[in-house]
T-cell receptor, first 113, second 111 residues
Framework: SQQGEEDPQALSIQEGENATMNCSYK?????LQWYRQNSGRGLVHLIL?????REKHSGRLRVTLDTSKKSSSLLITASRAADTASYFC?????????????FGKGTHLIIQP | NAGVTQTPKFRVLKTGQSMTLLCAQD?????MYWYRQDPGMGLRLIHYSVGEGTTAKGEVPDGYNVSRLKKQNFLLGLESAAPSQTSVYFC??????????FGQGTRLTVV
């Protein structure tokens, strides 16, 4: 079953604006990861945040994690047309070993030029 | 450095036919995974492997078999394809709980 659920399912903003996507999950985790998927391509890893971390930055990306609420957010600042893609959160369940990440259904982000 | 390579990229099968999808990685990763992606469903884990010679079932294993005879290769087999197996298949590899590296996908249509 799906562990993560992204919100919103779709988001359309103007270039230069900030984009925020949220992810909720159900069980305790070791870490949470965000991936980007351009149309017709494979997923590309963006950022990983461990369960004992609350915030992490990478370039224009900012990720927060609230384990008490079992939720995470991904902020993309100063969006560009090239950021148009689907974004997925993925969780590594606590105690799950190496039995794979569990993905949400994704947020489809469109950046209007 | 090729990363994760999937072959073929596209395939059309008739119901009942069989085929094998090949995944190869050159990063010496221990863990390899097969996912399927369907519209509105995100990615779902079919089978995975934590090392050469080992395989395990994921969330949606029915109708698929896998083999990991060599560390760098992970094969996904469909013995008797069904229309419900029409999907995009992704292979991924990783070192333990760290980031996963994905292939470009195989788009399979079963008619």
């Amino acid at each position: 079953s799906q562990q993560g659920e992204e919100d919103p399912q779709a988001l359309s903003i103007q270039e230069g604006e900030n984009a925020t996507m949220n992810c909720s999950y159900k069980t305790s985790i070791n870490n949470l990861q965000w991936y980007r998927q351009n149309s017709g391509r494979g997923l590309v890893h963006l950022i990983l945040i461990r369960s004992n971390e609350r915030e992490k930055h990478s370039g224009r990306l900012r990720v927060t994690l609230d384990t008490s609420k079992k939720s995470s957010s991904l902020l993309i600042t100063a969006s560009r047309a090239a950021d148009t893609a689907s974004y997925f959160c993925a969780t590594d369940p606590e105690g799950g070993g190496a039995d794979g990440l569990t993905f949400g259904k994704g947020t489809h982000l469109i950046i209007q030029p | 450095n090729a990363g994760v390579t999937q072959t073929p990229k596209f395939r059309v099968l008739k119901t009942g036919q069989s085929m094998t999808l090949l995944c190869a990685q050159d990063m010496n990763h221990e863990y390899m995974y097969w996912y399927r992606q369907d519209p509105g469903m995100g990615l779902r884990l079919i089978h995975y492997s934590v090392g050469e010679g080992t395989t395990a079932k994921g969330e949606v294993p029915d109708g698929y078999n896998v083999s990991r005879l060599k560390k760098q290769n992970f094969l996904l087999g469909l013995e008797s394809a069904a229309p419900s197996q029409t999907s995009v298949y992704f292979c991924a590899s990783s070192m333990s709980e760290f980031e996963a590296f994905f292939g470009q996908g195989t788009r399979l249509t079963v008619v």
